[in-house]
């Protein structure tokens, strides 16, 4: 039987998948639609400089939301979490798209629009993770975060050519309007089971475990935040390489679909592993995505850049299940929010600012270099991570091995 089965036919889980699935095509959509809408807003001589604000308001406030909104959200169930940012996103889209219609929306209201609907997002995907911790037993975690990695990465192909349609035909506002309807979908389908999730797991102390400070105590915890960092930051310089890599923005598109079609293919399959050791595999997707970036500084042609560009989106996918499953192992249900708000919005900053600091490596080097040094840092970052991790179970045995020597020593 399918591993993804007794995920889809969860009595409470079912509920919000379609929630799920909606948000997260309305998000695929979105990362169209948002730069042309600032495009069509910005003076002509800030175009640039206003996409780029548009296209980080649209996530980046969630880092400071996660730290701001601690305090007062740290408590509540991930349901209840997931249900708020899904409303907080859906008037705030909204009402760019009426403020549109009726000819009231600059470009500094957009922005401000934007980046007040994304102060949530690092508490929503917190609670969508937490719900999956609190109803479903442990042995189908792996499996319901990899579903959520498929409907990820299923919407970044299908999204961008369905707002292509509907931009054409309607205007980018429009399109903000449809992903304000699928965040109301999502947050009416989370308040549903509210009642049915817990805030807090049983036995836990409720607001005793912050973020960052959860994280900060236990080694294994800190470690993998700081792989993950790292990961995501060595891979933000590849998106400001692509387009400068190939000849126009058809190709462009073929890699990013070669990517994205290799990370679908990928997620489904990690769902199957059901015994997948979750550290090796975490550590062993680092090196090998590294490794395979480093083919695409050769001089090939395109179709072995494609083959590269699907095989290190095969590599990369299991990396979002696997790790997300290792911190739900880790943290008890009811505590997971606010530790899991802070893994977002360590990951909010990170790919952003491996983006800012790209640039410069790009025009410095060019794009097939940056290629080169990306993957190699990233392998290098996955081998240090692997000699940490086995120095750490090392002395994990000979600490089991002396209390077992003790015990029988004293009997």
């Known amino acids: 039987m399918s591993p993804y089965l007794p995920v889809i036919r969860h009595p409470v889980f079912n509920r919000v998948l379609p929630g799920l699935v909606l948000s997260a095509l309305g998000d695929g959509m979105s990362a169209v639609a948002v730069g042309c809408l600032a495009l069509q807003l910005a003076p002509g001589h800030a175009r640039g400089l206003w ?68 102060l949530l997002s690092a508490w929503g995907s917190a609670g969508r993770y937490t719900v999956i911790a609190q109803v479903l037993p442990a042995t189908l975690h792996l499996p319901a975060n990899a579903l959520l990695t498929v409907i990820a990465e299923a919407s970044t192909v299908a999204g961008p050519a369905i707002a292509g349609l509907l931009i054409a035909l309607l205007g980018a506002s429009a399109v903000l309007a449809v992903d304000a309807a699928t965040f109301a979908v999502l947050a009416v389908s989370f308040l549903q089971i509210k009642a049915l999730t817990p805030a807090t797991a049983p036995g836990a102390e409720r607001g005793r475990s912050e973020g960052f400070a959860a994280i900060r105590r236990d080694p294994h915890l800190l470690g993998l935040m700081i792989l993950t960092f790292w990961f995501f930051l060595l891979f933000g310089p590849v998106p400001v390489a692509v387009p400068l890599f190939v000849s126009s923005a058809s190709e462009v598109g073929l890699l990013y679909t070669a990517f994205g079609v290799g990370a679908v293919i990928g997620a489904v399959a990690t769902g199957h592993l059901r015994r997948l050791p979750l550290w090796p595999t975490t550590i062993g997707v680092v090196i090998g995505f590294g490794l395979l970036l480093m083919p695409l500084g050769m001089t090939l042609p395109l179709w072995a850049h494609m083959v590269t560009l699907a095989l290190a989106g095969l590599v990369w996918a ?94």
């Open 51 to 118: 996409v780029g604000l548009a296209v980080a308001a649209y996530a980046l406030p969630g880092a400071v939301g996660a730290i701001a909104f601690g305090p007062l959200l740290r408590n509540h169930g991930g349901a209840q979490l997931a249900a708020w940012d899904g409303i907080l996103r859906a008037v705030f889209l909204g009402a760019i798209a009426l403020l549109s219609a009726c000819g009231g929306l600059s470009i500094d209201r957009y922005v401000a629009l934007l980046a007040i609907s994304a």
């Open 318 to 411: 299991p990396y979002p299940a696997t790790s997300m499953s290792l911190f739900q192992r880790t943290v008890p249900a009811g505590q997971l929010p606010p530790v899991l708000a802070a893994r977002g919005a360590v990951l909010v900053v990170s790919t952003p600012l491996g983006t800012l600091l790209g640039a410069p490596l790009v025009q410095a080097v060019g794009p097939s270099a940056t290629f080169v040094t990306c993957g190699a840092a990233t392998a290098v970052v996955g081998l240090i991570a692997l000699a940490v991790h086995l120095r750490i179970r090392t002395r994990t045995r000979r600490r089991t091995v002396l209390q077992a020597t003790s015990s029988s020593t004293l009997r």
